[in-house]
């Protein structure tokens, strides 16, 4: 039998802080969400300024990272490369850069999905979070 990790909310408060810190230092209104390994939803910040729309965007990137177990930017780069067939698949709809798989010893065991300015400044956020707790 194996060990499983796992987040711990401590663990969500750090990457939370520290992605709220990335956008701000940058002045980026963004909405920071972060999911455990299943996709379900542990944290939901709307930085002031944000455009309410990224409060559903953001947690779909993160959704979509965990369960994909990769970045959602994979997705992006498929769709975009052609197979627009790729946009069928089930409860997968977070299909733009922004979301991003947090591993621990090569486990997915949860992902951060960040919402509201450029993908790839949506992707620097994550990553500020997740590297908080030293991932």
């Known amino acids: 039998m194996k060990t499983k990790h796992f987040l711990e909310l401590e663990d969500v408060k750090k990457i939370a802080a520290a992605a709220e810190a990335e956008a701000i230092k940058n002045q980026w209104a963004v909405t920071i969400a972060i999911c455990d390994d299943g ?18 965007i953001g947690p779909a ?42 591993v621990k010893d090569g486990q997915v065991i949860g992902a951060v999905g960040v919402s509201g300015v450029k993908s790839n400044e949506d992707a620097q956020i994550a990553k500020a979070g997740i590297a908080a707790i030293g991932l």
């Open 39 to 56: 996709g379900h939803l542990l944290w939901l910040q709307r930085l002031d300024g944000a455009a309410p729309v990224s409060a559903h």
């Open 61 to 102: 990137k993160a959704r979509t990272a965990a369960l994909g177990r990769r970045e959602s930017k994979v997705y992006e780069d498929i769709i975009n490369g052609g197979r627009t067939a790729f946009l069928s698949a089930p409860t997968v709809d977070g299909l733009l850069e922004g979301g991003v798989p947090i």
